[in-house]
């Protein structure tokens, strides 16, 4: 039994100083990754509001979600949040909540006796004032994960919880490693991750060397062929194609923002146009479809390690 949290609680949170003089008792969710882990918390009872959602929410907790109010498929206006009278703001990036938020700042909420807690995955080992989703300073840990959730346990003052769920993941996540190891993949199989495009045709969005999906290749002796440490550069068709990878994932999302959020619609892509037809990856079918939620730095990255090791285990690659 884990000791009780001692109010004011003091934390240090994406370098902001934060003071909790009590467990939250109503809490709004600006991102999916700090709704899940409250729900995993047991905490469904206190989420008056969600908001930005990109997948289904994790099977367990459909029916306390189908019971909270959703605010916002994707940004939340500031007046929505606030209109909700929480005590505590959980959000999952810091461009939503931060010193440049599209929601608002952290002061604008402070002011209004409103605490905000920024999950440590988006800002530990990344700056977030390089514009666009950040650039890793260093590579991504789930450890910044696990200290988000043992961070907000203690918060509620439900710390038996948190310790429970991190044992979880943590298990989940040597047992995806060691799968992945029991391969005979090759030394030198590379890959990469399209998360999404402005427009199909374009540019995409794919996966940095340091965030999560680098994480998943790391872990399982994946190459990426994506050089930047940007968390989501864009880069052309033509340069994929030429560095051609010997596996695509790509992101499986309920979002309609952009065109190639739709996953029939990256794949239409993929098989038709002259230059990504000609890939390795496409030709051979070896594409993986994975939860956009699980490519961000949050609890569905080890989720993402298993889709990732289970689908390899189902392919043949040449020597």
């Known amino acids: 039994m884990a000791d009780a949290t001692d109010y004011p609680l003091s934390l240090t949170n994406c370098g902001m100083e934060i003071s909790i003089a009590s467990a939250p008792e109503r809490t709004v969710t600006v991102g999916q990754s700090a709704t899940e882990i409250l729900y995993s918390l047991g905490l469904a009872d206190r989420v008056t509001g969600t908001s930005v959602w990109f997948n289904p929410v994790l099977p367990p907790f459909a029916e306390a979600n189908e019971a909270t109010e959703r605010i916002a498929d994707d940004d939340p206006s ?122 199909l045709g374009v540019s995409p969005f794919v996966a940095g060397q340091l965030g999560a999906p680098g994480y998943m290749m790391d872990k399982l002796g994946i190459r990426n062929v994506i050089e930047s440490d940007e968390e989501w550069p864009t880069v052309g068709w033509e340069s994929i194609a030429r560095a051609d990878p010997d596996v695509l994932v790509i992101a499986r999302m309920d979002r309609r923002r952009f065109p190639a959020d739709d996953i029939e619609a990256k794949r239409e892509f993929l098989r038709s146009d002259p230059v990504t037809r000609e890939m390795t990856a496409v030709k051979n079918d070896h594409i993986i479809e994975m939860d956009a939620h699980a490519m961000s730095a949050t609890m569905r990255t080890i989720y993402g390690l298993e889709t990732l090791a289970e689908a390899l285990a189902t392919m043949a690659f040449e020597e």
Not at 99 to 104: E, K, L, Q, R
Not at 148 to 168: F, N, P, R
């Open 78 to 199: 500031f007046e929505a949040v606030v209109n909700k009278r929480p005590d505590l703001v959980a959000v999952q990036y810091e461009w939503h909540v931060g010193p440049t938020g599209s929601v608002a700042t952290r002061e604008q909420f402070h002011e209004l006796g409103i605490n905000t807690y920024i999950i440590p995955a988006d800002c530990d080992t990344k700056d977030n004032s390089t514009g666009g989703d950040g650039t890793r300073t260093a590579a991504f840990s789930t450890d910044s994960v696990y200290k988000g959730i043992t961070e907000l346990a203690q918060i509620y003052d439900v710390q038996d919880a948190g310790e429970t769920l991190v044992a979880d993941l943590i298990d989940r996540e040597e047992r995806a490693i060691a799968l992945a190891n029991s391969l005979d993949l090759p030394d030198d199989l590379s890959a990469a991750f399209w998360f999404s495009s402005t427009d």
